[in-house]
């Protein structure tokens, strides 16, 4: 009698370490495998070294006038060689990289940039209506005047997007724009139901 409440005591427990061990390898293998929410630190480098420092910090080039689209679209754009070419059919042609720029340029190609800051497909987000508010780049990008190497500054999540949203990590001349006249502007600033960014 006393064998058969033992045999389920050792069945009980050995289920649930089996069980404990299933999950914790679900965990380690969802570590490694599974997509992270956030490249946030990401920093690849590029096809032909491209310093933002350079170019809008110490040359002070507003960003849209290489990310045209940015102020009209959904999609900031990358620029293509013939933008890269309004400065450097002059500037720097002794440079190797301007000399590749000049090959890819003469032969009707583009590079491949590697894509820095990238939202899941299942997302909206219109560039034109965060710039239109008031919303700075560097509020997501970070100060890429500072960048020799663009890093993805922000973490992107859908929470860090939220957080703007309500109202809590907002820019203070966004919120200004939304509060005028309040001497300490704060509230939501822009919908938060599903089908604003999930559309």
Not at 127 to 154: F, L, N, S, Y
């Amino acid at each position: 009698m006393t064998g058969k409440p033992r045999n389920r005591q050792l069945a009980f427990v050995l289920f649930f370490l089996v069980l404990a061990t299933l999950a914790l390898a679900v965990v380690l293998v969802g570590a490694n495998f599974l997509p992270n929410a956030s490249n946030q630190g990401y920093a690849p480098e590029q096809p032909i070294p491209f310093s933002h420092k350079r170019h809008a910090g110490i040359n002070k080039i507003a960003c849209a006038y290489c990310h045209s689209g940015v102020e009209r679209s959904r999609h900031a754009t990358i620029p293509s060689t013939a933008v890269c070419m309004n400065c450097h059919t002059v500037v720097k042609v002794d440079s190797p990289h301007i000399q590749k720029l000049h090959q890819i340029y003469r032969e009707g190609k583009t590079f491949e940039w590697v894509r820095v800051h990238e939202l899941p497909d299942y997302v909206y987000f219109p560039h034109k209506r965060h710039i239109a508010k008031g919303v700075a780049c560097e509020t997501c990008h970070g100060d890429v005047k500072q960048m020799d190497r663009i890093v993805q500054h922000a973490p992107l999540t859908m929470g860090w997007c939220l957080d703007c949203h309500r109202g809590v990590t907002t820019p203070k001349q966004v919120l200004a724009k939304i509060y005028p006249g309040m001497k300490n502007p704060h509230g939501a600033v822009a919908a938060t139901n599903c089908t604003t960014c999930h559309n």
